[in-house]
């Protein structure tokens, strides 16, 4: 990924964008996180927010108007949060702390002329930033008098005048303001602000100044318009114009990238769907403790998270996609990529629900695919995180399962039949009964068994796809380019996109079309429906399998992630081969989704779903039902998938085309049982009986292997390409009981050949 990728990827995720209160606040006081102080009882603390943005805390936090209430997003949930009241009655309770300190001295004079609210705020903030500021008025009495229409004591800003005087400030009260002495302090200075709110036009008249920078017409004099009563926005220009005149002091613009000084609306979005309305506290006598804490805790704490919110990939790593495509930015600049940022490049599922929740269309998914490719490209992809993926993938496009036929009888095809290699691998049966059904109701109705190609895209393969949908191309090409029946969602979707010059349509559609089949289920029910995340955004596809469940009597609960917010069930995206914790998690969480049993049209979705123990079918269940396929049947094992394929293959072949099935192979004739420990140790590691098989065929023809004097086992090992596979048995006559199986990818050098 580029630099500049990576700042067009993070400025998508406003995550952590400006909290809109924040944003409208004129002086930008972190409301969200005085909030968050306030509802923990951290009065104290939650000051310490307010005294450090504030000029003049203690007198600003009693009289400010907040105007953040306009833009809080609390609003339309019961009503804004009472900023104001919370920042007085904080300024009321809590322990009172120094004055900031100062930065050290710039050597700039500024002279400020008038102490109404606006001077002085202008005073204080350019006195914290190191000016020498020395402030002329009269006297204090016009800020006195604005302030105690709004109830607060003359004791108080005293107190807040006192601190200005210990951060530095020089004041210069009962000085008799003049034109002559407002010129000749002007000469006298490296810069001038003069407060029109306590000087009078016909002493110092500059006119109207300039709205973004408080300029006026002579250099290095500043001021603020007469008409401004709120008394933050009155802070404000004191701290606008405290801004301009360190620029203009540095000699830098004085207009550049100065759109956020002032309030502006923040691009953050903060849902309000799961936020219980409920009512401001009432501050009409002012708050108790409790009365506070109650009313800032009504804050929702604005953030987005509306991806973070329903993925459990995202929320399993802990972060949100900024910092995740910072993260793999980070990881692709080193030699080998750290083993936790690699596994979390690896556990996403691709599954599209955090594009279809996100107000910026932030697609997750995406990110980590780049990602996998460029640590292929790169050579630090782990070689574990995919391989038996995709060598299941090759043996699919492989001679043992792989077949393109027109109809029997036929030589040329109207249509093709793409059940895909899952549907093959979990319910061959099933596959048969549907091809029997499209031959007889369509005419000219080919077969193709094979992988779309789909692990190699999830992978980040792109040459290894390529390569795939090539031959699928070709092998299609070969049968007249027919229009191709697709019953997988995730072929169907990797085949529009691979294959755009085919035309391909769903089984599901074909057979809303034609009605279900005679042989189909009568039974009905009541059924919980899973969408594949694969058909998310194929609304016509989501439709025809509703219609086909209400056309064989089944009635359908939507659980709440259905349709385009449909969840992944840990397969997408090689997650189980990558995390299989997660996914194990994951499919536990679609499990727990619906009470009634599931109904499905993703093999894989059933098979996961049905491996967490929960009652799942396939629509092909219902719709060519067999006894030997009911809801509680469980998940196949990877060996058992191999198998059905291969068997599939051969026996289509017999019984429809009349043709030989291909040769076994030497290992395959190894007659073999296994222990619990080992069926068990095979499903987690992937190893294969086929695997097993080759070893145990190495042993007997070579008699290479070890005896375990304890139990008098016999062990032995293969390494067919990467990976050693060791297998511990006893012989039983001809055949074997294998006890354990394991396996490594470690190449032991040295000692006998
Ligand atoms: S939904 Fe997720 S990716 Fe999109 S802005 Fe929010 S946190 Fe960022
Ligand atoms: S709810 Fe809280 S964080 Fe959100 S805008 Fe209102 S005050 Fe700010
Ligand atoms: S693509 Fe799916 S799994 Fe990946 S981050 Fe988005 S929602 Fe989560």
């Known amino acids: 990924m580029e630099q500049a990728e990576l700042r067009e990827l993070e400025s998508r995720c406003i995550q952590d964008e400006t909290p809109q209160c924040i944003a409208a606040c004129p002086l930008h006081v972190d409301a969200k996180t005085f909030c968050a102080l306030m509802g923990q009882r951290r009065v104290d603390k939650a000051w310490t927010i307010l005294a450090k943005t504030l000029p003049l805390p203690g007198v600003l936090a009693r009289i400010c108007d907040a105007p953040c209430k306009e833009a809080c997003i609390r609003k339309d949930a019961g009503g804004a949060i009472e900023m104001g009241c919370l920042e007085r009655f904080c300024a009321e309770n809590a322990k009172a702390v120094a004055p900031p300190r100062p930065l050290p001295s710039r050597r700039k004079r500024v002279t400020v002329v008038g102490a109404g609210l606006t001077g002085l705020c202008a005073a204080w903030e350019m006195t914290r930033r190191g000016f020498d500021v020395t402030l002329y008025c009269q006297s204090f009495d016009c800020a006195r008098a604005a302030l105690s229409e709004r109830g607060v004591s003359a004791e108080l800003l005293d107190k807040e005048i006192a601190s200005l005087v210990t951060m530095g400030a020089h004041l210069m009260p009962d000085t008799e303001i003049s034109s002559d002495l407002v010129e000749s302090l002007m000469e006298d200075c490296d810069a001038m602000f003069i407060d029109s709110d306590d000087v009078s036009s016909e002493v110092a008249d500059f006119g109207q100044p300039d709205g973004l920078t408080l300029g006026t017409q002579r250099a290095g004099v500043f001021t603020c318009r007469r008409d401004e009563s709120s008394p933050v926005f009155q802070a404000a220009a004191g701290r606008r114009a405290a801004n301009s005149i360190e620029r203009y002091t540095q000699g830098v613009s004085m207009v550049l990238k100065r759109e956020l000084e002032g309030p502006y609306k923040s691009r953050l979005f903060t849902s309000l769907a799961d936020v219980e309305s409920a009512p401001p506290v009432s501050c009409e006598a002012g708050y108790s403790e ?395 590691r992937r190893i294969l009986v086929s695997d097993v098989q080759k070893v145990l065929l190495h042993a007997r023809d070579t008699g290479n292997m070890f005896v375990n004097k304890e139990n008098g086992h016999l062990l032995s090992y293969v390494r067919p390409v990467v990976v050693t596979y060791w297998v511990e048995f006893e012989r039983e006559g001809e055949a074997f009981l294998v006890h354990n199986v394991w396996s490594h990818r470690m190449h032991i050098m040295g000692g006998r050949k």
């Open 290 to 684: 409790v009365e506070a804490k109650n009313e800032a805790k009504r804050c929702i704490q604005c953030e987005c998270m509306e991806c973070v919110k329903v993925c459990e990939y995202l929320h399993h790593f802990k972060g949100y996609p900024k910092v995740y495509a910072r993260q793999i930015y980070n990881n692709e600049s080193i030699v080998m990529g750290t083993r936790q940022a690699n596994t979390m490049i690896n556990s996403c599922m691709m599954c599209g629900l955090c594009e279809t929740v996100c107000p910026e269309d932030f697609d997750m998914g995406e990110v980590c695919l780049q990602a996998r490719r460029t640590m292929i490209e790169k050579g630090t992809m782990p070689q574990s995180a995919h391989e038996f993926a995709l060598r299941d993938m090759a043996f699919a496009n492989g001679e043992k399962s792989a077949l393109a036929r027109h109809a029997p009888g036929v030589q040329a095809s109207e249509y093709v039949f793409f059940p895909g290699c899952q549907l093959t691998a979990s319910g061959p049966d099933s596959v048969e009964a549907a091809y029997a059904d499209l031959r007889k109701r369509l005419s000219d109705v080919g077969l193709m068994l094979r992988c779309c190609g789909a692990p190699a895209h999830w992978a980040g393969r792109e040459a290894l796809m390529e390569e795939a949908m090539g031959e699928l191309r070709e092998t299609w090409q070969g049968l007249g380019s027919p229009k191709i029946i697709v019953a997988c969602p995730t072929c169907l979707k990797t085949l529009r996109a691979g294959l755009p010059e085919a035309e391909i349509v769903s089984h599901w559609s074909i057979l809303r079309a034609l009605g279900p089949a005679e042989c189909a289920s009568k039974a009905g029910g009541i059924m919980a429906i899973n969408d594949p995340c694969a058909a998310r955004h194929n609304a016509m596809l989501q439709e025809d399998v509703r219609a086909l469940l209400d056309g064989v009597g089944v009635e359908v609960v939507e659980p709440e992630f259905s349709g385009d917010r449909a969840k992944c069930c840990g397969y997408g995206g090689l997650l189980s081969e990558a995390n299989p914790s997660l996914a194990e998690s994951l499919a536990e969480k679609r499990a727990l989704a619906a009470e009634e049993d599931f109904v499905t049209y993703c093999v894989m979705c059933r098979d996961m779903i049905a491996k967490t123990g929960k009652k799942a079918l396939h629509l092909y269940d219902l719709l060519y039902p067999a006894e030997t396929r009911g809801a509680d049947r469980p998940s196949p094992g990877y060996s058992l998938r191999r198998e059905n394929r291969a068997r599939l293959k051969e026996r289509l072949l017999t019984d429809l085309w009349h043709e030989e099935g291909g040769s076994a192979e030497p290992f395959e004739a190894i007659q073999v049982r296994f222990s619990d420990l080992a069926a068990e140790n095979m499903e987690q």
